[in-house]
């Protein structure tokens, strides 16, 4: 948890697992920034036609949903991390315990599975609500790490990664783009680079 017990301007980081989470407890301001490891993939809260009406079911629908939540310990802890009481119909943000919420998953493609698994349990009601006031964001940390000596280059995805080794050789500019020879020599330089 943060030091400061005010709403205002305190960030909650979910991270992935303890691993994670100690390199974002040593990153992190722990006057204004908490962080909750979650460990492995949270349950999936997708429910058919969840908060609307069919046959005048709506309070059917929200139990399921709400059951379905309450079944994993994970979403427990994130919803007690919150301060939040999920059995009200409407949650008061006043009760929220931080002001941003930031889902801070690897560039991984279960990184992209469990904040998506997150952005589905935060769109049900009445944690819709937290998206509508904006107290929800997402970090996007980057997939390559370049070691140039004692510095680092931080890529955000293999775009990023092929702008910066065509930028940086000389002789890839004189070959035409999407090409073998291209492709060829583009991976020659990445084994090159100490990613």
Not at 2 to 16: A, M, Y
Not at 61 to 71: C, D, F, G, N, Q
Not at 105 to 128: E, M
Not at 175 to 183: A, H, P, Q, V
């Amino acid at each position: 948890d943060c030091q400061n017990s005010k709403q205002d301007g305190t960030e909650l980081f979910i991270v992935e697992g303890d691993s994670a989470g100690g390199s974002a407890k040593q990153g992190r301001n722990r006057e204004n920034q908490a962080v909750l490891p979650l460990r492995g993939k949270i349950l999936n809260t997708f429910t058919e036609l969840n908060g609307s009406k069919k046959n005048g079911h709506t309070n059917d629908l929200r139990t399921k949903a709400l059951s379905k939540m309450m079944s994993s310990n994970e979403i427990v802890t994130l919803i007690n991390a919150l301060g939040l009481d999920p059995k009200n119909d409407e949650i008061d943000l006043k009760d929220l315990r931080y002001g941003k919420i930031i889902i801070m998953t690897d560039a991984d493609v279960d990184g992209s599975h469990i904040r998506a698994l997150l952005l589905t349990f935060f769109n049900n009601k009445p944690f819709n609500k937290l998206i509508e006031n904006g107290h929800v964001y997402l970090a996007q940390p980057p997939l390559f790490k370049i070691n140039k000596g004692s510095k680092g280059i931080y890529i955000k995805d293999e775009k990023e990664l092929e702008d910066f080794i065509v930028k940086n050789s000389k002789d890839l500019k004189k070959i035409k783009k999407g090409s073998k020879d291209f492709e060829k020599f583009l991976q020659e330089e990445k084994s090159k680079l100490n990613i």
